[in-house]
C-alpha cells in the first residue's frame, strides 16, 4: 500500500466570505460542524482502505477551521488517533475573530504545533475592503494568545496590492507584521480569481491593476524581510531558518498528499481527484460510503516531472532541470534562470514572471 505523508483537511465553514476568496467555503452553520467532523473522519477510514496513512505533516485549512467549536475540534483532533501524534507539524489556519485562550490551549494540547493567522493587514482600510471582520489590535491579541498558549511556530499571512491601499500603508503593516516576531510570513499579491466579486470589479473597469505598484511592493518586501533574517524560500513565502513550512514544501517537491474534506484535492501515485464542493453531498456521502470526485486525472511520470519543475522552480532550493535543458538554457539567456550548485533558481527578474515561467513546462 502506498504511504501517504501529507495529510491535508478541508473546513469550508467561514464566520464570513471575503469578495476576493475563490476557495469552496460556506457560511459558518454550529448545526452542520459535528455532521462534518463525522464525515471527515469516516472518509479518512474510507481512504484507509487503499493507502497507509502516516502523516509527518497535516494542514488543518479552509474556509476557518478555529471557527470549529472546542468540542469539534476535540473530535476531530482525537479521531485521528495515532496518525496525529506521529506529525512532525500539524498546521491550523486561524483567523483572528474565532480564536479564545482555552481553544487555543486545547489546540496544543492536542498536538497542533503552528499556526497560520490570516491577518491579511494592520490597515484598517486595507481590512474593510478585504471584507475582513477583524482590526489590527485583534491581530495583535490573537498573537498573544497563540504564544500564551505555547505556540513556537506562527506564521502571519499578508496581502499586498489592495485596491485603494496607499503605497507607504504596506510598509506600515510590514513593520507591524515584524513586530510581533513571527517565524514565518507569507507575503501575496492580491489575485483576482475567477467568481469573485474582486474579479468582476476589476473587469469592469471599477479597479485599475497597477503593474509598477506591485513590482515595487514584491521587490520591497523580500528586501526587507530577508534583512530582517527571513529566507525567502518560496516565491510569497519567507521563514526564519528551520521553520519553513514542511507542508507546503511537500506540494512544491511533488510529494503525495491525501485531502479530506468538500473541494481537497489529492494526488497519490499516478491519480489525481478533488472531491466534489458540496457540502450537502460530502455529508451525505458519509452515511453512503460513496464520496463525490471530480476532476479525475492520471499522472504518467513525464507530466510528475514537468510539474515538480514548475513548483520546485519557485523554491530557494531550486531543481536539478534535468530533462529540460533547453528550456533552462533559454530562461538562462533571457536572464530568468540561473544554475548554481548544480541547481536552477529563478532570479530576481524570473521571480516576478514566474506564472509565465512555470507554464513553459506544462504539457500540451
Given at each position: 500500500?502506498?504511504?501517504?505523508?501529507?495529510?491535508?483537511?478541508?473546513?469550508?465553514?467561514?464566520?464570513?466570505?471575503?469578495?476576493?476568496?475563490?476557495?469552496?467555503?460556506?457560511?459558518?452553520?454550529?448545526?452542520?460542524?459535528?455532521?462534518?467532523?463525522?464525515?471527515l473522519l469516516a472518509e479518512l477510514r474510507f481512504r484507509e482502505r487503499a493507502s497507509e496513512i502516516r502523516p509527518r505533516t497535516?494542514?488543518?485549512?479552509?474556509?476557518?477551521?478555529?471557527?470549529?467549536?472546542?468540542?469539534?475540534?476535540?473530535?476531530?483532533?482525537?479521531?485521528?488517533?495515532?496518525r496525529a501524534g506521529g506529525a512532525v507539524e500539524f498546521t491550523i489556519e486561524v483567523n483572528p475573530t474565532t480564536l479564545s485562550?482555552?481553544?487555543?490551549?486545547?489546540?496544543?494540547?492536542?498536538?497542533?504545533?503552528?499556526?497560520?493567522?490570516?491577518?491579511?493587514?494592520f490597515d484598517v482600510g486595507a481590512l474593510a475592503t478585504l471584507g475582513r471582520q477583524h482590526g489590527p489590535e485583534r491581530i495583535?491579541?490573537?498573537?498573544?494568545?497563540?504564544?500564551?498558549?505555547?505556540?513556537?511556530?506562527?506564521?502571519?499571512?499578508?496581502?499586498?496590492?489592495?485596491?485603494?491601499?496607499?503605497?507607504?500603508?504596506?510598509?506600515?503593516?510590514?513593520?507591524?507584521?515584524?513586530?510581533?516576531?513571527?517565524?514565518?510570513?507569507?507575503?501575496?499579491?492580491?489575485?483576482?480569481?475567477?467568481?469573485?466579486?474582486?474579479?468582476?470589479?476589476?473587469?469592469?473597469?471599477?479597479?485599475?491593476?497597477?503593474?509598477?505598484?506591485?513590482?515595487?511592493?514584491?521587490?520591497?518586501?523580500?528586501?526587507?524581510?530577508?534583512?530582517?533574517?527571513?529566507?525567502?524560500?518560496?516565491?510569497?513565502?519567507?521563514?526564519?531558518?528551520?521553520?519553513?513550512?514542511?507542508?507546503?514544501?511537500?506540494?512544491?517537491?511533488?510529494?503525495?498528499?491525501?485531502?479530506?474534506?468538500?473541494?481537497?484535492?489529492?494526488?497519490?501515485?499516478?491519480?489525481?481527484?478533488?472531491?466534489?464542493?458540496?457540502?450537502?453531498?460530502?455529508?451525505?456521502?458519509?452515511?453512503?460510503?460513496?464520496?463525490?470526485?471530480?476532476?479525475?486525472?492520471?499522472?504518467?511520470?513525464?507530466?510528475?516531472?514537468?510539474?515538480?519543475?514548475?513548483?520546485?522552480?519557485?523554491?530557494?532550493?531550486?531543481?536539478?532541470?534535468?530533462?529540460?535543458?533547453?528550456?533552462?538554457?533559454?530562461?538562462?539567456?533571457?536572464?530568468?534562470?540561473?544554475?548554481?550548485?548544480?541547481?536552477?533558481?529563478?532570479?530576481?527578474?524570473?521571480?516576478?514572471?514566474?506564472?509565465?515561467?512555470?507554464?513553459?513546462?506544462?504539457?500540451?
Amino acid at each position: 500500500m502506498k504511504v501517504i505523508e501529507h495529510l491535508y483537511i478541508h473546513v469550508p465553514f467561514c464566520p464570513r466570505v471575503c469578495p476576493y476568496c475563490a476557495f469552496y467555503v460556506v457560511p459558518a452553520d454550529r448545526r452542520k460542524s459535528g455532521p462534518l467532523v463525522e464525515a471527515l473522519l469516516a472518509e479518512l477510514r474510507f481512504r484507509e482502505r487503499a493507502s497507509e496513512i502516516r502523516p509527518r505533516t497535516i494542514y488543518l485549512g479552509g474556509g476557518t477551521p478555529s471557527a470549529l467549536s472546542t468540542g469539534d475540534l476535540a473530535r476531530l483532533i482525537g479521531g485521528l488517533g495515532d496518525r496525529a501524534g506521529g506529525a512532525v507539524e500539524f498546521t491550523i489556519e486561524v483567523n483572528p475573530t474565532t480564536l479564545s485562550p482555552e481553544k487555543a490551549g486545547l489546540l496544543r494540547s492536542l498536538g497542533v504545533n503552528r499556526a497560520s493567522l490570516g491577518a491579511q493587514s494592520f490597515d484598517v482600510g486595507a481590512l474593510a475592503t478585504l471584507g475582513r471582520q477583524h482590526g489590527p489590535e485583534r491581530i495583535r491579541r490573537t498573537f498573544e494568545i497563540l504564544r500564551g498558549a505555547g505556540f513556537g511556530n506562527i506564521g502571519v499571512d499578508l496581502i499586498h496590492g489592495v485596491p485603494g491601499q496607499a503605497e507607504d500603508s504596506w510598509w506600515e503593516t510590514l513593520d507591524e507584521a515584524l513586530g510581533l516576531h513571527p517565524e514565518h510570513l507569507s507575503a501575496y499579491g492580491l489575485t483576482y480569481e475567477e467568481d469573485t466579486p474582486f474579479f468582476d470589479r476589476l473587469a469592469a473597469g471599477e479597479w485599475v491593476r497597477d503593474e509598477a505598484l506591485e513590482i515595487r511592493l514584491f521587490l520591497g518586501t523580500r528586501r526587507i524581510l530577508e534583512g530582517a533574517g527571513y529566507v525567502p524560500y518560496e516565491v510569497s513565502n519567507f521563514a526564519l531558518p528551520g521553520f519553513e513550512s514542511e507542508h507546503n514544501l511537500a506540494y512544491w517537491r511533488g510529494r503525495d498528499y491525501l485531502g479530506l474534506g468538500p473541494s481537497a484535492v489529492s494526488t497519490i501515485g499516478g491519480r489525481r481527484w478533488r472531491t466534489a464542493a458540496d457540502l450537502g453531498q460530502y455529508l451525505a456521502a458519509a452515511d453512503s460510503g460513496e464520496w463525490p470526485e471530480e476532476e479525475v486525472e492520471y499522472l504518467d511520470e513525464d507530466l510528475r516531472r514537468r510539474e515538480r519543475m514548475m513548483f520546485g522552480l519557485r523554491t530557494r532550493e531550486g531543481v536539478d532541470g534535468a530533462g529540460f535543458e533547453e528550456e533552462l538554457a533559454g530562461l538562462r539567456e533571457a536572464g530568468y534562470a540561473d544554475l548554481s550548485g548544480g541547481r536552477w533558481r529563478l532570479t530576481a527578474e524570473g521571480l516576478l514572471r514566474a506564472d509565465a515561467v512555470g507554464a513553459l513546462f506544462a504539457r500540451g
